[in-house]
């Protein structure tokens, strides 16, 4: 288990701290802090702007190899700049999920047309995408997908619904999972299509939150058209391609999350001392308790780095994933508490406060990028060898 930082990395740390700092205490204070879950309504038009300074800056993507227009980095410093992005209160990146999820995968993948049609627009932070797994019936239970794509000549024609598509509002373009084969058995008669979200085939409805706001959203496709060639993996070998998304969904990109998490409890403490609250010996117990949580956390992510370089790393990412979506869902308990009965009531004409937003989306967590159960699941039958879910 490596604990430690390379000269390289720390250097590396340096570079990162100076432009985030910089940025955010300059043109882009406006957007400091601003457009986190509950709050990605705000500044959208703003922190478009931020990802394009990123991108020019070539700070998107910096883990994709050289090749395809990324920096080539290693996981460590992949990581250190999550860290950093956190410790100067970056905004809610919009394009989180190009970056984050349909990046890498069309690395690993796409074709070299796609890779070449499709990176550069993440890269330079222009274009936005969602993600269209979930329906109304396939959640946990994915392969249960009934959206349905037919080819009509050079076209993919697709009918049906997506729910709890996440910034669907605001994407060009969304990968949708869809049903190519209704003779097949479920996971092999799946595919994995790029489909443009301004079309007049597709009608988004967002969905309001326990937030206030809407993160996510109803997806229609009433005959929505993509080109043929917008399949990624085998027409029908969608599944495969579908669980290396996962993989990244659950995987490194959360690695770097532990010092937002710091920063939430920091603000929890300081509102404990200011109301008094320290004084409570449970209170006390349970700051204490959250505090080695995140420490535990930290060296997870650590030991995550190392093993990452090797071998399956599923069990690892549900281990690390159950772990996280549980640790957080508590640290919006504990903040209640610490605001006692004023966590209740927000200011009239207000948005809620920070850690009332902790709260409520924190309940998420345990439920997006496979819920709490799935990963005990996957778990017991990976890690512990146990008997296979009856099915
Ligand atoms: C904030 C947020 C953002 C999201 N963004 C997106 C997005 O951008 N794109 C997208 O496609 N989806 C998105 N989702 C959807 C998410 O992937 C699903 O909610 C998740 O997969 C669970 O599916 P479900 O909601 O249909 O619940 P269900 O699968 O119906 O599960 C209901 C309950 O049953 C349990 N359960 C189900 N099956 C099993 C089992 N086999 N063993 C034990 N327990 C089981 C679950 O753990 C859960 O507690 C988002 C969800 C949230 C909360």
């Not at 076209?155 to 709890?164: D, P, Y």
């Not at 996510?216 to 085998?234: H, I, L, Q, S, Y």
């Not at 449970?282 to 080695?292: E, G, N, P, V, Y």
Request: contains cysteine; proline residues 4%; glycine residues 12%.
């Amino acid at each position: 288990m490596e604990l430690g930082f390379s000269a390289q990395d720390d250097a590396f740390r340096r570079e990162a701290r100076t432009w985030l700092t910089d940025r955010l205490a300059g043109e882009f204070a406006v957007v400091r802090g601003r457009g986190g879950p509950g709050d990605e309504h705000a500044l959208f038009d703003e922190r478009a702007a931020w990802e394009r300074a990123l991108g020019d800056a070539g700070w998107i993507g910096i883990g994709w190899p050289r090749e395809y227009g990324g920096r080539g980095l290693s996981l460590t410093q992949q990581v250190i700049f999550y860290e950093e992005y956190t410790r100067a209160h970056g905004p809610g990146r919009v394009s989180l999920i190009g970056e984050g999820l349909l990046g890498p995968t069309l690395v690993q993948f796409g074709t070299d047309e796609q890779k070449r049609r499709f990176l550069p627009g993440i890269l330079a932070g222009t274009e936005f995408w969602c993600q269209g797994y979930s329906e109304p019936n396939a959640g946990s239970d994915l392969a249960n997908v009934q959206t349905r794509a037919e080819l009509d000549g050079d076209e993919w024609v697709i009918t049906g619904q997506k729910v709890w598509t996440s910034l669907a509002q605001w994407a060009d373009w969304c990968f949708v999972l869809c049903r190519t084969n209704r003779d097949a058995p479920p996971h092999p008669g799946i595919s994995y299509l790029l489909v443009p979200m301004r079309q007049a085939g597709i009608e988004i409805r967002p969905i309001v939150q326990i937030t206030g706001t809407a993160e996510f959203n109803e997806v229609f496709f009433d005959g929505a058209r993509t080109p043929r060639a917008n399949v990624v993996g085998e027409v029908d070998g969608g599944w495969k391609v579908a669980m290396g998304t996962l993989a990244f969904e659950r995987g490194a990109s959360t690695l770097g999350q532990q010092l937002h998490f710091e920063n939430e409890l920091t603000e929890i403490v300081e509102v404990a001392k200011k109301r008094g609250r320290t004084d409570d010996p449970i209170l006390r117990q349970r700051l204490a308790d959250a505090w080695i949580a995140l420490r535990i956390m930290r060296f997870n992510a650590l030991r995550s780095l190392t093993a990452l370089q090797h071998a399956d790393m599923t069990p690892l990412t549900s281990v690390h994933k159950l772990y996280w979506a549980s640790v957080h869902r508590r640290l919006g308990e504990l903040a209640m508490d610490v605001l006692g009965a004023d966590a209740g009531v927000a200011d009239a004409g207000e948005d809620l406060g920070a850690l009332q937003r902790l709260f409520l989306y924190s309940r998420a967590d345990t439920i997006y990028g496979g819920s709490n159960q799935i990963q005990r699941n996957v778990i017991g039958e990976r890690v512990l060898g146990l008997a296979k879910e009856p099915r």
